[in-house]
């Protein structure tokens, strides 16, 4: 494993509002004598010093800011990191990517993000009703008119913007909603995540009733997850949507993650790699986890105060989990013809029972086949014509 992508959490699991569905919110009681959940200047500077050093050669350096919510640090701490940058990486630029729910951008934020070119990814599920369902206040208000707030100073500064949109149980059924939704906003670049946890019926050992797929206890499919043929249905109405209209227009990076797998090409999507573990989470303190979506006690690799990222991105723990992707599939997953494409799907979602009696199923594998062979000749035809 030569190089891996770090996710910095810089204000850990803390955010500014209570997303009923959010997977990491109760990362807090993972910390419970924790009493500061910003990061410090130490670890901050660690983490831009580390990923420098475990980059080098490149023709850049990439940093990726997520939460909780990364703008409640303020615009002092990100402009303390931008310096640090500049500093530390000399004549090499340095590339920073920030996911947000756009409470907190205002004019001001959306000059600094455009003045050192971060890409934005931005929290939206589409329209009102499908966004305030469930992104509410902590006063169980509704948060999407100040998103589109935030869309409106981001794209007067011309801030290059993704639509981070989670399909749930409040927008699965609309998809063309969702698309017309984001389109009427001005979003052009679109990904799309199902939503789909499963909540433990006894309080486990951790603390944490987001349970994953290694958990053996009594555990149910959380009310706000999609079902697999939902999902399934939900991308092939919108794939419809989008290519009778917007092909090469609007950009959604499942599609693309679809067609660049299909083309025999390196994945740029982790979920459909056919191994894991080059995209890491860094908590605020420090301490880094295999994936942003196994932050649990038994997936932490150790704290970059202690052990510098290019050693902990070698050791076995890591390598081990990146292959278990592979190795530990679903026996069904053999016979599949769609295999190259899905290599088994993110192992977040494999707890349903294969056929050899296993908990290693993906729980979106129905959909994810509907998917792929309803839009299978349409990528054929636009990979032989760019052949």
């Not at 499908?130 to 948060?143: A, V």
């Not at 698309?179 to 679109?190: F, T």
């Not at 995540?193 to 958990?215: C, F, G, H, M």
């Not at 919108?238 to 959604?252: P, Q, S, Y």
Request: aromatic residues 10%; charged residues 25%; hydrophobic residues 35%.
């Amino acid at each position: 494993m030569s190089s891996i992508h770090i996710m910095a959490k810089p204000s850990s699991s803390k955010c500014n509002i209570d997303c009923e569905y959010c997977f990491y919110l109760e990362k807090e009681k993972l910390y419970p004598d924790a009493t500061d959940f910003r990061m410090s200047d130490e670890v901050l500077e660690a983490y831009i010093k580390q990923t420098i050093e475990h980059q080098k050669g490149r023709d850049h350096h990439e940093f990726s800011w997520q939460g909780g919510e990364p703008t409640l640090l303020g615009l002092d701490f990100f402009k303390k990191a931008m310096k640090l940058q500049k500093s530390l990486a000399g004549k090499v630029p340095c590339v920073n990517s920030l996911q947000t729910n756009g409470i907190l951008i205002n004019d001001e934020w959306a000059r600094f993000l455009a003045k050192h070119r971060f890409l934005v990814g931005l929290s939206i599920d589409g329209n009102e009703q499908h966004h305030d369902r469930y992104r509410k206040t902590r006063t169980g208000k509704g948060t999407h008119a100040r998103v589109l707030k935030a869309i409106k100073h981001l794209t007067q500064h011309r801030v290059e913007l993704n639509a981070m949109v989670v399909v749930h149980q409040a927008n699965v059924n609309d998809p063309k909603g969702v698309y017309n939704a984001l389109k009427s906003y001005g979003i052009r670049h679109i990904q799309l995540t199902p939503l789909v946890e499963r909540k433990a019926q006894e309080i486990p050992e951790d603390n944490l009733i987001l349970v994953s797929p290694a958990y053996t206890g009594k555990a149910d499919v959380a009310k706000w997850s999609v079902g697999a043929k939902e999902y399934g249905q939900f991308l092939c109405d919108l794939f419809d949507t989008w290519k009778e209209r917007d092909f090469g227009k609007v950009f959604v990076y499942n599609f693309e993650s679809t067609l660049t797998m299909k083309a025999g090409l390196p994945g740029n999507s982790c979920i459909t790699a056919e191994t894991c573990g080059n995209a890491v989470a860094l908590e605020s303190n420090g301490d880094l986890y295999t994936c942003d979506h196994f932050v649990y006690p038994e997936h932490k690799l150790g704290n970059i105060l202690d052990q510098p990222v290019s050693e902990l991105a070698q050791s076995d723990q890591l390598k081990q989990f990146g292959m278990d992707k592979k190795t530990g599939r679903s026996v069904d997953c053999d016979d599949c013809s769609f295999l190259s494409i899905c290599n088994g799907g993110c192992p977040k979602h494999r707890f349903q029972i294969s056929s050899d009696g296993q908990r290693n199923k993906n729980y979106l594998c129905d959909g994810y086949k509907m998917y792929f062979s309803h839009t299978e000749k349409f990528m054929d035809f636009v990979l032989e014509n760019l052949n």
